[in-house]
């Protein structure tokens, strides 16, 4: 393998030849965020692919992100480093099913989580993230049906937080489910001072626990503000890297999965690596590709999002 420091030149160089840029989210490698030119949430990724002017995205992120880029921006070439970076909550709602369930229930408004495929958003009204889920849902009329999909730990959530009552697809994500309730409260005993922040994505129980829950930029400018020095993070343990870099002096301690791990990785974005990342300037594949109708069909919910956002 080759060293970390020549691969960052390479990448540098193909960059520049490819009038590129690295949209990167937080749970990627330290490496790839270190040398992404932006780092951010959902909402933030699909606000800079929005307004890239560079000629190539390289998106090192999953599947449903790299599309998004695409139907925001389809004149740009949008790479996904590794076509096999999915999502299990993407891969819990498929379209046809989706199609069928929203069909039987027409008068609906259907709020989409952004992790979810370009089909899927095609078939929705609003398309939401972590971050703004909540706004979205109030900014709908209160004598509106609203279907939440694909995540029904967010959807129990925003219907806490709403006071709405939601139909919800049962979909969910195998990173943030697995956060082990045991081990969390044995880590709250360990260290009594430290302040739990949690991403929504987590079980309803785990939640109970939080002092904080938000979006994965909410939860490091929560803790990166706060008075605490101690946190315990509930979340993909790749947003560590950014709160260690903002917040030297503070202590963020990963929460545990059921598994034997000291830390919480997401498969599927961990498969983008800094090969692949050069790889991919240079070839300029895997190429994310969307069909013009569904693009303009899913754009209608995406652009909404932004101008409540
Ligand atoms: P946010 O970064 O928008 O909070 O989303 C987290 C996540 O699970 C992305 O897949
Ligand atoms: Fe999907 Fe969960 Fe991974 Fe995010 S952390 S990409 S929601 S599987």
Known sequence: ????????????????????????????????????????????????AKKANADVIVFAGVHFMA??????????????????AGCSLADSCPADQFEKFVKSHPDHVVVSYINCTSEVKALSDYICTSSNAVSIVNSIPKEK?????????????????TGREMLLWDGSCVVHETFSEKKLIQLMMDHPKAEVIAHP?????????????????????????????????????????????AAPEKVFIPSPPNANCAC??????????????????????????????????????????????
């Open 1 to 48: 393998m080759r060293k970390v420091e020549d691969l960052f030149e390479k990448i540098h160089r193909l960059k520049k030849e490819r009038n590129a840029i690295i949209l990167a989210h937080y749970y990627q490698d330290p490496d790839i965020q270190d040398i992404a030119d932006y780092i951010g949430d959902s909402l933030g990724l699909s606000q800079q």
């Open 67 to 84: 599309e998004t880029a695409k139907i925001l921006n389809p004149t740009k070439t949008v790479l996904l480093p590794d076509l096999e």
């Open 145 to 161: 049906k609203i279907i939440f999909a694909p995540d029904k730990n967010l959807g129990r959530y925003v219907m806490k937080e």
């Open 201 to 245: 994505e987590c079980e309803e129980i785990v939640l109970k626990k939080a002092n904080y829950i938000g979006s994965t930029t909410a939860l490091l400018n929560y803790a990166v503000k706060s008075k605490n020095n101690e946190f315990i993070v509930v979340t993909e343990a790749g947003i560590l890297h950014q709160m260690k870099k």
């Open 264 to 309: 919480n990785e997401c498969p599927y974005m961990r498969r983008n690596t800094l090969e692949k990342i050069a790889i991919s300037l240079e070839t300029l594949e895997p190429k994310i590709e969307v069909s013009p109708k569904i693009q303009e069909k899913a754009l209608i919910p995406i652009q909404r999002m932004l101008e409540l956002s």
